[in-house]
């Protein structure tokens, strides 16, 4: 008897499985999963089964078909870090930045971070939604099935939490799923210019507590979507002893730790992100090889933001390599914001960091997919190709993996099925 199903994936030239019973690591991080003539059948927004297209196509009586003859399937993208709910832009600071300026500068200034958040404070909720909205159609359609987002351009109560509505209408409107993030600790706002600390405490005693209120009500906590609390550890931003406190304020109120950690500069925010047990720590462009080591012992996860270094022209990369070896779980994310990462597209990070930090085509793959969704708690539902986890899976026009970030500029992405959903992006 052949059982009825919602929707049957066949013959596909490759079939990608990213599978893993968790992050992967070292030699592991080159197996893709690669099963070549296989299919994939879905039920109920869920895959049912992976396997040789011939013994799917007998088994299963899909209500649609799609046939995915000289593709590619392979999971959604997931993007693990993401500044994608901000008011303006900053395409003057740009150009000043190519006339030699450097991101730091500018945010001493005045600019970078703080003009965002001016632009921020001054956008209304459904303001920063319609333009969430248009960036997370533009995500889906270049494969990213999951987006975490940070908050971080509000920095007093009412607007970090303007931003979190923002982002939980984000999550009821669009098909992508959505892990929220606090960054309350994204920089000093101006009426703390003089007073850092005592901003520190402002986030500990009232954002933190407030925060952590509105995720308990959200659609967020009903969903089993986590919530972490993030701080940008950086010389002239928040030192580790200021990061130190915040991340701890955090965890007493059951926020795991992420951290922006040596992005520029090596302070030590690495090690304190192994101390503390964060699901991540993420930049990591200066880390000394020290902690590096002690980063591959650990459970904490590296996310490689390249796509930075790329438009910040720094020509500096993280050691990824290194990592790698030392026994890290890394993953690859775009931080797109407006400031330091104006990059939507994972697959152009994937190529990036397939040509300036020498990962094969295979680690960026399983970088961008299962070991990203570990480092944002989700890695159990979704991130891989496997029977029970939800059916987020891409139809690539290329008959090899290897084609998504060997072809730069151009979308490779041609459908999209999200919980079982079938999107084209013809
Ligand atoms: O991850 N480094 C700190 N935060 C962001 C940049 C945000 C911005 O410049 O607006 C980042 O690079
Ligand atoms: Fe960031």
Redesign the pocket.
């Known amino acids: 008897m052949r059982q009825s199903i919602d929707l049957l994936l066949t013959n596909a030239a490759q079939v990608i499985t990213c599978a893993a019973p968790g992050p992967k690591r070292g030699a592991a991080l080159a197996d893709v999963g690669l099963m070549e003539d296989g299919a994939v059948a879905v039920d109920d927004g869920v895959i049912v089964e992976i396997g040789p297209a011939a013994a799917l196509n007998a088994r299963y009586t899909p209500r649609t078909r799609l046939d995915a003859t000289g593709k590619v399937l392979c999971p959604g993208f997931v993007d693990c ?1 993401t ?1 994608l709910v ?1 008011g303006g832009e ?1 395409v003057a600071e740009f150009e000043r930045k190519l006339a030699g300026a450097t ?1 730091q500068e500018l ?1 001493a200034a005045g600019g ?2 703080l003009s ?1 958040m001016r632009a921020t404070r001054a956008a209304p909720l459904d303001s920063l939604v319609r333009t969430g909205q248009r960036r997370l159609a533009a995500l889906l359609k270049l494969g990213t099935t999951t987006v975490e987002i940070k908050s ?2 509000g920095l007093d109560a009412a607007n970090e939490l303007k931003m979190l509505a923002a982002i939980e209408q984000l999550a009821a409107t669009a098909p992508l799923d959505i892990v929220p993030t606090f ?1 309350g600790a ?1 920089a000093v706002p101006p009426e703390y210019a003089d007073l850092p600390d005592a901003y520190v405490e402002l986030v500990c005693n009232e954002l933190l507590p407030a925060v952590r209120d509105w995720w308990a009500r959200s659609r967020f906590a009903a969903s089993g979507v986590p919530f972490f609390n993030d701080v ?1 550890c ?1 010389a002239g ?1 928040f030192d580790v002893r200021q990061t130190r406190r915040i991340l701890e304020a955090g965890q007493r109120l059951g926020l795991r730790p992420k951290i ?1 950690a040596d ?1 520029f500069v090596a302070l030590g925010g690495t090690t304190l992100a192994i101390e503390l047990n964060a699901i991540s720590a ?2 990591l462009d200066a880390t000394p090889q020290a902690e590096i080591a002690a980063l591959g012992a650990s459970a904490t996860l590296a996310v490689l ?1 390249p796509g ?1 270094n790329f438009h910040l022209g720094s020509g500096r990369f993280a050691a990824v390599r290194a990592m790698i070896e030392a026994g890290a779980g890394v993953a690859l994310a775009t ?1 797109f ?5 104006p990059i939507l597209s994972l697959p152009l990070v994937m190529a990036i960091a397939c040509r300036y930090q020498r990962l094969t085509p295979a680690e960026a793959l399983n970088a961008a997919t299962i070991n990203a969704a570990y480092a944002i708690g989700l890695g159990d539902r979704l991130g891989s190709l496997e029977a029970g986890k939800q059916a987020d899976v891409l139809i690539v026009n290329a008959p090899d993996y290897r084609h998504l970030v060997y072809w730069l500029g151009e979308n490779l992405v041609e459908g999209v099925v999200k919980r079982g959903e079938v999107m084209s992006n013809a």
């Open positions: 870090h500044h901000f900053r991101y945010l970078g971070i965002t971080g351009y960054l994204h940008f950086e931003v922006h992005e993420d930049h933001l930075v931080d914001n407006p400031g330091s990462a």
